[in-house]
Every structure is written in C-alpha cells, then in structure tokens.
C-alpha cells in the first residue's frame, strides 16, 4: 500500500511538472464495458514494473474511485506504459 502511495505521489509530481501536453500523453481514456473491473482494465493496460494490483490501484487513485465504484458506461483516465518508464527513471 505505501509502494503504490509512493507511486502515485512520483506520478502525480511528473504529471504536473510536464503540462498538459505531457499528461495527455501518458493517460488514456478507457470506456468501461459492461462486466469490466479495475482489476480487469489493469490487466489489459499492463505497466512495466507495476504488478496488477499495483496498476489497479494507480488507476483507482487517479480516478478517485473504489474497488467497487467503478460504473459501466463511464470513461476513466488509465495511465499508459510511459509513465511507468518515467516513475522508474526518478
């Protein structure tokens, strides 16, 4: 749990050192499927040296969402496999 706090706190810091242009570059825009989880979007959008649960929680943080508050039909902002690369180069 402080691993993926320390995380979120390194990417949280790139994002808003870089602007906007850099952000958008490292987020997507996933829409939620009926049946999908953050488990399930984390599996789907590995980053290198995160595990799955890792990735979940990043996702679930960046969103403000729980486990369980994830609705079908929404958009969510996942991070893509450079912000990882960045949060390993700090």
Known sequence: MALAVALLLVLAT???AAGPQT????????????????????EANPLPGLTTEQT?????RTNGLTRSSLA????????????????ASR
Do not use: D, K
Request: glycine residues 4%.
């Open 56 to 60: 979940a929680e990043l996702i679930a």
């Open 72 to 87: 079908e039909h929404t958009s969510i902002r996942v991070p893509v496999a450079q912000a990882s690369h960045l949060l």
């Open 23 to 42: 952000t958008h570059a490292e987020m997507r825009s996933v829409h939620v499927e009926a049946g999908q989880t953050i488990w399930s979007i984390a």
């Open 14 to 16: 790139v994002i808003g």
